[in-house]
């Protein structure tokens, strides 16, 4: 092989799709906590069906995104887990305003099939599991920067778990990585999102159940339009209010603030 | 499959080969020749990617290219949006991350090279650039198409650097690499599965290419 | 056209020599292992820097450490011929040869090609070709470039001792053709002699004895740096004819030689080396001797050495040898210079490749 013709195809290939169009022309990204994995993709194809819009989503921890919006991530729109984080960025100037509630979430005991766990929302089965030495593995959401993971965290210390469990909690770098330890067969278990387990790629992998509400602090989700918003992300910010969006949400479990 | 990441995983490969291709001829043929006491710093300076960590790496580049760096508020001044979190950011981290793959292979393909041929063109006349053209390149080539497959391939692959420096912006720094990360997480194992495959066929093909190329080194120079 | 050659260094080995070679002369390095010989070369080419030094040719000046001097080895006009040939392995022999062209032409590779005799392997690569035929492109190749001066280092070392003898004989005609000075590094002291005009006989980095090929292959105190047993003459001799029991006939000015292996039509011109330890003196012509030549001669000479030889030096009809001998022997004998002597050869201690043309025009030797 002749060494420049290599280098020429090579150069050919690179300056084909070289044209970085400009910001305005792209779907706006919109970064979004990992517990909305399923729900918020049924939510933007039906805004794409009703309005011809595209949006482009980018799921993750909370803390993370915080984080890369403030070094600068060309995020348009931020729907956050935990509300605290969008009044921090608020507070900084990274955001329009301070946003708005969207939904409130909750956490599940989430076991795979033929675990020795059963699905007991009062933790009494991973007690007695723990007790008996039969777990070996239990996945939650990294509580650094996972507002699922903090919730999980604060129902475990409730029950009086959070110290026992410790040599085999395994973190996820997001609820969504942490369902998908769960459910791995490497873990007995583990403590996710409402909204995720309730999606249909998982429903049908395990068992879940509703952890008690009082158990922690409530998962105040907020969303909120960046500094750079465009009139797509503006415009899918208020279809997030939108009866269409509100009943999906509701299919996923999410409470809706009022009005 | 996403294509979107695929083109960009092809795209960021193939500009990272564009613009290490002079740099593997230059740096290659120059260690290859030269004789001074820093020489084996300078190598040892050039493998260091390999060895480090990916984050390790990307921690750095971060705190070099981030907004709160003169090279990145420089950049911003300059472009209008960050050196992170762009396809720029990531051409940057994968051309210093692909050195080693880039120079070493063509080191060698140079180093393979009889000082008794370069002295002959010397001697019949050759200036260094014209010996380079004429005799070396033609003899060294198979080194440098290593370094450019394995700098190809390896950029397809890598992922913790990308991740850090480039986030995981589709369309822009989310690439195939995390593209099946992101399938896994969503539990759409198909999806992955299929991407993961199209990358280990490439990356396959790319190492029997070398393994063919380094047979014919030897034997041109027989 | 003439080189001139000043070279001096500490490191990485100690040299300290000059010389001159004449266009159309060549000058043979001898020396052993180490000495410095393809320093010398690699600093006439341009591929190493001395400490100090000049060299210059045909009125360029390559290198004068004194004034900064020092063209690279492209810029010098310097056909080197290299100890491995060094031909590139991705070119045919015509591309080779046209690699050292400024403005490659085919037709004048071929010539050249055709004047080291390989016609019509223009297009092999090295690879398809014998080590003599390599070596041949090499030659080609250096004269492509249109020399200065033409450098060879060791040439001949690596190809079997037939081939060596064909090649040697060739570079003895090509010599005609040749108009500009050539460097010959040898370790051989036969080729030396059979090839060059002049030697500078170097050892550790210093010339320890500067002269024609005659007188530097006489001088004992030079060649204690190469072997005493080195010590040898050239005598010219023509073809008489070829006898049936395989050896030939040859004239010389001192009576006639029976050789064995001798190549060539009756009238050509030969040298014979004649080594001179097996040379054996007599006063009288012997008879009932079993050796086939006797050379009738005068005595010049006498040099006592160190050791228990003398070398006797012998006036041939005009051409010297020299008979080392004993001592005791020579005085035995009584020989003193004006007396005449015999000097008897066995057939067989003339080695086959101590017999070479004798080239048509070279300089006096």
Known sequence: ?259 | MDWTALTLSLELAAWTVAILLPVSVLAGRGLALARFRGRGAVEALVMLPLVLPPTVFGFYLLLVFGRNSPVGALWQATFGHQLVFSFEGLVVASVIFNLPFAIQPAQRGFEAIPADLREAAATCGMSPLRSLWKVELPLAWPGLVTAMVLTFAHTLGEFGIVLMVGGSIPGETKTIAIAIYDRVQAFDMGAAGTMAAALVAISFSAIAVTFVLSARVGRRLA | MTLSVALQATAPIPLDLSFQVEPGEMLALVGPSGAGKSTVLRSIAGLWRPERGRVAVAGETWLDTATGVNLPPYRRHAGVVFQSYALFPHMTAAGNVMAAMARPRRAEAARLLDLVNLHGLADRRPAELSGGQQQRVAVARALAREPRVLILDEPFSAVDRATRERLQDEILALRAHLGMPVVLVTHDLNEAQLLADRMVVIDRGRAVRFGTTAAVMADPAALRALGIRELAAMLPAVVVRHEEDGLARLDTAGGPLFLPGVEGAPGTRLRVRIMAHEVILSRARPVGLSAQNILSGVVTAVQAGEGPGVMVHLDIGGEEILARITRRAAADLGLAPGDAAHAILKAMSVARDHIARDAADRPDA
């Open chain 1, 1 to 259: 092989m002749n060494p420049r013709r290599l280098f020429l195809a090579l150069a050919a290939a690179a300056s084909l799709n070289l044209a970085q169009p400009a910001a305005a022309q792209e779907p706006p990204v919109i970064a979004a906590a990992s517990d909305l994995q399923f729900a918020l993709e049924e939510i933007a194809a039906a805004f794409t069906a009703e309005s011809g819009q595209v949006v482009t989503l980018s799921f993750g921890s909370t803390g993370n995104f915080a984080r890369q919006i403030r070094e600068g991530a060309p995020f348009q729109m931020f729907l956050a887990a935990d509300e605290s984080f969008v009044f921090d960025l608020a507070r900084d100037g990274f955001t329009r305003d301070e946003g708005q509630l969207y939904a409130e979430g909750r956490i599940v005991i989430q076991v795979p099939e033929g675990s020795a766990l059963a699905a007991d929302g009062t933790l009494e089965s991973l007690r007695l599991a723990l007790g008996e030495g039969r777990i070996t593995r239990f996945a939650i959401a990294n509580p650094e920067h996972a507002p699922y993971g903090k919730r999980a965290e604060e129902a475990l210390r409730h029950a009086g778990l959070w110290e026992p469990i410790q040599p085999f909690l395994v973190l996820g770098e997001n609820v969504s990585q942490a369902a998908q330890f769960a459910l791995s067969g490497n873990a007995e278990g583990g403590i996710i999102a409402y909204s995720l387990a309730l999606a249909p790629q998982l429903e049908s992998q395990g068992s879940y159940a509703l952890i008690p509400a009082e158990w922690h602090q409530p998962l105040l989700q907020r969303m909120v339009l960046l500094k750079d918003a465009g009139p797509v992300a503006e415009a899918f910010y208020a279809y997030m209010s939108a009866p269409g969006a509100r009943a999906i949400m509701d299919r996923y479990g999410f409470t809706l603030p009022q009005g």
